[in-house]
């Protein structure tokens, strides 16, 4: 026994023994935990905090000029030579003074003002990239859903064909079929592999993308290129929003509106502290000093004390500078004035956009929940015309493509649906929950998932 533990530690010590490692497994995201994944490390979102910390530290300098400043100077020089003369060769002098500003024609308020204007507009600039990232998300995570549908969707697909096929190989190896109904059933296996390989792709793609957003790097050699895994099914919920509303709720609520209305605001006080310059500046200080006195004949040479007094400058004339930026801050306010115009029509623009998508996903949506019904029911037919000799095995492989067509359509309109919805929620500056939907006649397909409608029959003879 002690042999064996002396070994073990042996074994231990040179690496040779080694426990089993936990595995560690990807996590797996709902589409509320992906957006709040991108909100903390999408590097736009980063990048747009940093710059409310830079704002703020922009309004901390601005406020600096309410407060006293205290500084301290010095001088000492010594002339190696100088003519005859009774002035001692050495001078010093030290200051410690404390400053204060008494007037400033307004300029240390407007810079204040200024400073705050810049921190809500850069706050209204990092919604916005929110608002913006989280609507690539939701379409990022609804497009990974869709093609994880699409690609169930051609498995099964592949998977029934080749049952097909082997069952046309056995009835032509009975000699109860020809070699055409095999070979008829071999092109139309060989023409869905390929559908099933772009499927595959589009999923990756889809990793890679909704990656990007999350600010992950992409893992190397592996079929799925995500260190993540995401949770849920295509989902369809019908909804129907009032387009003015959300007009006036984009025009209330958008953070693009209101940042540009911000730089109207600053260009306001831009403009007041431009004519500052006009008005004189008045500071007042204090402090102590310590100085040296070169004419023996005055004084001693060492002299110390108190200072106090006041500051006043006032440019009289300084070339028509200050004119000039004037002049230049009243271009840029108009023209915030027109951007301002243009941001609204552009939000309003959006918002138009998004609705009609939204209508015109419920109405395929509407079309292609009938279509699917009716692709199930030829394909049903198709069969029975086959086993009463009415019809051809041509017959069945193209009902069966048209039932696959369908699902994979009613997939993408459903894809096109919630598209829509959060383009149209990003559009008005709010979450799809707070647009006061109202559900249609369209209850019975409420919370419908892609994998119920889109799963083909497990045989072509199925429903």
């Known amino acids: 026994m002690r042999f064996n533990s002396a070994a073990i530690s042996v074994l231990i010590a040179a690496g040779l ?82 400053e204060q500003n008494l007037y400033t024609g307004g300029a240390v308020r407007s810079q204040v003002a200024i400073g705050q204007l810049n921190i809500d507009k850069a706050n209204y600039e990092l919604q916005e990239i929110i608002n913006r990232v989280t609507m690539e998300v939701r379409i990022a995570f609804n497009e990974l859903l869709l093609n994880r549908a699409k690609v169930r969707v051609r498995e099964d697909s592949v998977h029934v064909l080749e049952e097909e096929l082997n069952s046309r190989q056995q009835s032509f190896g009975a000699g109860i079929v020809g ?83 911000k730089d109207i605001e600053i260009e306001d006080k831009q403009y007041i502290l431009d004519r500052s310059a006009m008005r004189p500046q008045i500071r007042a200080f204090s402090g102590y000093e310590i100085y040296s006195e070169r004419d023996p004949a005055v004084g001693q040479e060492f002299n110390y004390g108190g200072v106090v007094g006041i500051n006043a400058t006032w440019n009289i004339f300084d070339g028509f500078a200050t004119k000039g930026r004037m002049q230049a801050t009243r271009a840029r306010r108009e ?39 009716t692709a199930d029911e030829a394909l049903e037919m198709a069969k029975s015309n086959f086993g009463a000799g009415l019809g051809t095995q041509l017959d069945i492989l193209q009902a069966a493509a048209d039932v696959t067509r369908t699902r994979t359509t009613k997939l993408s309109a459903i894809y096109l649906h919630n598209v829509a919805l959060a383009r149209l929620a990003h559009a008005c500056g709010t979450r799809a929950e707070a647009l006061d939907f109202k559900n249609v006649n369209n209850e019975k397909h409420s919370g419908t998932q892609a994998a119920d409608i889109a799963k083909p029959p497990e045989k072509l003879g199925q429903r």
Not at 30 to 46: F, G, R, S, Y
Not at 336 to 363: C, G, H, M, N, Y
Request: aromatic residues 8%; glycine residues 4%.
């Open 179 to 261: 070699k055409l109904n095999v070979q008829r059933a071999e092109v139309a296996l060989a023409n869905e592999r390929p559908e099933l390989f772009n499927a595959q792709t589009q999923l990756r793609n889809s990793y890679l993308r909704l990656g990007d957003l999350f600010g992950f790097d992409a893992r190397h050699g592996e079929d799925r290129p995500a260190s993540f895994g995401v949770a849920g099914e295509l989902t369809y919920q019908s909804n129907h929003a009032d387009l003015n509303d959300c007009l006036a709720r984009a025009d209330a609520n958008r953070a693009a509106i209101k940042a540009r209305q």
């Open 335 to 373: 023209a915030a004035l027109e951007a301002l115009a243009a941001a609204r029509r552009s939000v309003a623009s959006e918002v138009r956009s998004a609705f009609f998508d939204l209508q015109q996903a419920e109405r395929v949506l509407e079309t292609e929940t009938q279509n699917v019904q």
């Open 17 to 98: 023994f080694v426990f089993p490692q936990p595995v560690e497994t990807a996590p797996v995201y709902t589409i509320e935990q992906a957006v709040a994944v991108a909100q903390a490390h999408n590097p736009d979102i980063l990048i747009a905090r940093k710059r409310v910390q830079g704002a703020r530290g922009s309004w901390i300098e601005a406020r600096a000029g309410f407060l006293p400043s205290v500084s301290s100077s010095g001088l000492y020089d010594k002339r190696q030579t100088q003519s005859e003369t009774t002035l001692r060769q050495e001078d010093y002098n030290a200051i410690l003074k404390l």
